[in-house]
């Protein structure tokens, strides 16, 4: 018994040593199907750095530099926020939070479906926000994003997905 208790002890340590354990790839699968993915580099879709003093632009597209939409098929591979802010501070935290407002079935409604963060590295943010569609496509239905900058909600934006 002892010996076993030692063995799992060692194996423990040895992975916590590894320099991947508790690491998760970018675009791995995230645990409700949704594929990881953010870009914290400005971001090739926002209007290239902000003017200081500029309000929040912010829009959803199929791509980076893709014209704003509010309608995705379920085929779209991935969904990006793509924002600039003129008005930030450096270091500064934004999120994005992906809600599935009513895909259909009510264990779906008002659900978050992902979320990530970025720390700004300027006074003037730009950034896109991405969310990787689950295995067999996005599900059909109505959803939102959250941008927050800070603790506070920036900007809210609707989209629906179609079949």
Known sequence: MKYSSLLLAAALAAAAASSTFGQVPEDA???????RKSTP???????AAPEPGKPLEAHLSDSQKGKATGTFP?????????????????????RASWVADDT??????NKKI???SLTLAGPVGSAT???GSPQGGFTPGKYHVEL????????????TVTK
């Open 41 to 47: 580099e400005p971001s090739p879709g926002a209007s």
């Open 114 to 116: 992902y979320e990530s």
């Open 29 to 35: 699968a995230h645990p409700n199907g949704f594929l």
């Open 129 to 131: 926000f991405s969310v």
């Open 104 to 109: 259909g079935s009510g264990k779906s409604k």
């Open 148 to 159: 927050y900058e800070g603790s506070k909600l920036a900007k809210s934006l609707s989209f």
């Open 74 to 94: 379920a085929s779209t591979p991935t969904i990006y926020l793509v924002w600039a802010d003129g008005m930030t501070t450096k270091g500064e935290k934004a």
